[in-house]
């Protein structure tokens, strides 16, 4: 990488060191992390190329995995970033997250535990805090459409099971799948997850919806009641 004329800019280079143009001639493999950033962010501040931006980015962030899932604010408080850089580089990590996952459509069945997980994994895999979330199914187990319930904390989020069946009773669901993240990693469920599925496996055989999984996913792995026996002890 250049660093004789970085105060000059990025326009001062000789062209083929340019990361966009790197990236045309050569493909985007052969581009390091902070090049590929430096072609969103476009321009740098007054004392810093494009890629120096780039490079404090990803060095006071924690690297690309540390930048996956920060707030625009903490984007922001970034020198050199800005709301319309933030907004690009959100825009881009939310585009990867979405590319990654496996789709989840209306009107598609579902495969089972692995499924899910292949889907959700990609978006909630660096929260920092855990998000709640529903899968609405038809009669034949077909996706109605999916939600979030609630985000919480680093280790909790708060769900009640009124703001779960009510829309699920809107949607005319017959079953629902709940899956959540634990930001520590491991998805191992914790007392507060095995009495919350209690008790929404109860809520639903009231209202005739039926629970058929609540999958926690962690880093790289998950674990989902419904193959544990979970729902078969309290059947």
């Given at each position: 990488?250049?660093?004789?004329?970085?105060?000059?800019?990025?326009?001062?280079?000789?062209?083929?060191?340019?990361?966009?143009?790197?990236?045309?001639?050569?493909?985007?493999?052969?581009?390091?992390?902070?090049?590929?950033?430096?072609?969103?962010?476009?321009?740098?501040?007054?004392?810093?190329?494009?890629?120096?931006?780039?490079?404090?980015?990803?060095?006071?962030?924690?690297?690309?995995?540390?930048?996956?899932?920060?707030?625009?604010?903490?984007?922001?408080?970034?020198?050199?970033?800005?709301?319309?850089?933030?907004?690009?580089?959100?825009?881009?990590?939310?585009?990867?997250?979405?590319?990654?996952?496996?789709?989840?459509?209306?009107?598609k069945r579902i495969?089972g535990s692995q499924?899910?997980?292949?889907?959700?994994?990609?978006?909630?895999?660096?929260?920092?805090?855990?998000?709640?979330?529903?899968?609405?199914?038809?009669?034949?187990?077909?996706?109605?459409?999916?939600?979030?319930?609630?985000?919480?904390?680093?280790?909790?989020?708060?769900?009640?099971?009124?703001?779960?069946?009510?829309?699920?009773?809107?949607?005319?669901?017959?079953?629902?799948?709940?899956?959540?993240?634990?930001?520590?990693?491991?998805?191992?469920?914790?007392?507060?997850?095995?009495?919350?599925?209690?008790?929404?496996?109860?809520?639903?055989?009231?209202?005739?919806?039926?629970?058929?999984?609540?999958?926690?996913?962690?880093?790289?792995?998950?674990?989902?009641?419904?193959?544990?026996?979970?729902?078969?002890?309290?059947?």
């Amino acid at each position: 990488m250049r660093t004789a004329t970085l105060k000059n800019g990025i326009r001062s280079w000789p062209e083929q060191e340019r990361p966009r143009e790197l990236l045309l001639s050569q493909g985007p493999q052969g581009l390091s992390d902070a090049q590929l950033l430096a072609i969103l962010l476009r321009s740098g501040r007054q004392d810093c190329s494009a890629v120096e931006v780039a490079m404090d980015l990803l060095t006071q962030l924690d690297g690309l995995r540390g930048l996956a899932n920060r707030s625009l604010e903490e984007l922001c408080a970034i020198s050199g970033i800005g709301p319309a850089k933030a907004a690009q580089i959100l825009a881009a990590i939310e585009l990867g997250k979405r590319t990654l996952a496996t789709p989840l459509s209306e009107g598609k069945r579902i495969q089972g535990s692995q499924h899910i997980f292949q889907h959700y994994y990609p978006l909630l895999r660096d929260m920092r805090y855990e998000v709640f979330k529903a899968i609405l199914l038809d009669a034949k187990h077909m996706v109605i459409r999916d939600f979030t319930v609630s985000k919480g904390s680093l280790t909790v989020s708060i769900v009640h099971p009124r703001e779960v069946f009510n829309l699920a009773v809107r949607e005319s669901a017959a079953a629902i799948i709940f899956v959540h993240n634990h930001p520590s990693g491991d998805p191992r469920p914790s007392e507060e997850d095995h009495a919350l599925t209690q008790r929404l496996i109860a809520a639903g055989d009231i209202l005739g919806i039926r629970v058929l999984d609540h999958i926690v996913i962690g880093d790289g792995k998950y674990v989902s009641f419904a193959d544990e026996g979970f729902f078969a002890t309290n059947a």
